[in-house]
T-cell receptor
Framework: GAVVSQHPSRVICKSGTSVKIECRSL??????MFWYRQFPKQSLMLMAT?????????EQGVEKDKFLINHASLTLSTLTVTSAHPEDSSFYIC????????????FGPGTRLTVL | GENVEQHPSTLSVQEGDSAVIKCTYS??????FPWYKQELGKRPQLIID?????GEKKDQRIAVTLNKTAKHFSLHITETQPEDSAVYFC????????????FGKGTTLSVSS
């Protein structure tokens, strides 16, 4: 089946630093990847849609200059949280779908970000 | 844009009972409705999905029904087991690759033995 990986699985950083999270589709090519944020006991909130070779599309209320997304290849998208603050602490999950297929999406294992 | 409402937020059942979770959606263009199970700290796992050309789909103890006219769909779990305890999310989107899923707020299912 389609496998999506994320790295790192968890990260702890100091306030004001930047953190990069990688999302990879391991056995398929993903034209589009999605980034979600999940706070404790809440649902997955779509942050942005990442398209290979073009700028990401951000959801309303998500700061594009704070959450930098790069989708440089068909198997890799990265999310960089710039100048992280404690309120950015969350579970970040990416997903990807098979090009040309129905909209079944495969989720990465998530990255637990803690900002001190 | 699409909005998905999910009820109940918590559900407690005895082992062997049935559990039903309901969702409604707002965008009539949506035609793909997956259900995910998420255990604490883990990724969401697709357990069943339905597309708008069918009204019901079943996979062993799990079934999903869809009423496009009323814009609602439901997850039915029969003969519940303790390992079914988790958070369940419904979602909706257009059935086209590259379209984002919009999730409901989730239902925490607890199955006691």
């Amino acid at each position: 089946g389609a496998v999506v990986s994320q790295h790192p699985s968890r990260v702890i950083c100091k306030s004001g630093t930047s953190v990069k999270i990688e999302c990879r589709s391991l056995d398929f090519q993903a034209t589009t990847m999605f980034w979600y944020r999940q706070f404790p006991k809440q649902s997955l909130m779509l942050m942005a849609t990442s398209n290979e070779g073009s700028k990401a599309t951000y959801e309303q209320g998500v700061e594009k200059d704070k959450f930098l997304i790069n989708h440089a290849s068909l198997t890799l998208s990265t999310l960089t949280v710039t100048s992280a603050h404690p309120e950015d602490s969350s579970f970040y999950i990416c997903s990807a779908g098979l090009a040309g297929a129905y909209n079944e999406q495969f989720f990465g294992p998530g990255t637990r970000l803690t900002v001190l | 844009g699409e909005n998905v409402e999910q009820h109940p937020s918590t559900l407690s059942v005895q082992e062997g009972d049935s559990a039903v979770i309901k969702c409604t959606y707002s965008d009539s263009a949506s035609n793909y409705f997956p259900w995910y199970k998420q255990e604490l700290g883990k990724r969401p796992q697709l357990i069943i999905d339905i597309r708008s050309n069918v009204g019901e789909k079943k996979d062993q103890r799990i079934a999903v029904t869809l009423n496009k006219t009323a814009k609602h769909f439901s997850l039915h779990i029969t003969e519940t087991q303790p390992e079914d305890s988790a958070v369940y999310f419904c979602a909706a989107s257009i059935n086209q690759a590259g379209t984002a899923l919009i999730f409901g707020k989730g239902t925490t299912l607890s199955v006691s033995s």
